[in-house]
């Protein structure tokens, strides 16, 4: 069985709704949060219909159950992120800064002074790591 936490990196953040998207693979739960309904205290564990009837009514739960308020955010958010393409230019802002990792032209000095002392970069569009 494979549970995702797509908390920090889930909607949007990666330049597609879900990090696990880059990757291939599908998870049988995942959990989200945060950008579901742009920061208002609502989350979710999202998996299978035949996970989902195993569980006990009201055994999953959280801090973030949802509320009406906070259940019309995750609407409007979801709403917007199609409306607006968001998705789309999370992934070229993304583009755009793997970019000028990989290069130093038209990069103030600053910025490439810090680039030779970040090693071991990786990651997905705008979701970096360094070491």
């Known amino acids: 069985m494979l549970i995702l936490d797509e908390v920090q990196s889930g909607f949007g953040r990666t330049g ?3 990090a696990f998207e880059h990757y291939g693979i599908v998870p049988d739960i995942m959990t989200v949060a945060k950008g579901l309904a742009s920061g208002m205290p609502l989350s979710g564990v ?3 219909t035949d996970i989902m009837k195993k569980l006990d009514v009201g055994s999953i739960g959280g801090t973030y159950g949802g509320n ?3 259940c019309a955010a995750g609407v409007a958010t979801i709403r917007a992120m199609k409306e607006e393409k968001m998705l789309e230019n999370a992934s ?3 583009i755009q800064l793997m970019t000028a ?3 130093s032209g038209g990069v103030s000095a600053d910025w490439r002074c810090a680039r030779q002392r970040l090693d071991d970069r990786r990651g997905v569009y705008g979701w970096r790591t360094t070491r």
């Open 16 to 18: 597609k709704w879900f």
């Open 46 to 48: 999202f998996t299978r």
């Open 68 to 70: 009406a308020v906070a």
């Open 92 to 94: 070229e802002r993304g």
């Open 101 to 103: 990792c990989e290069t």
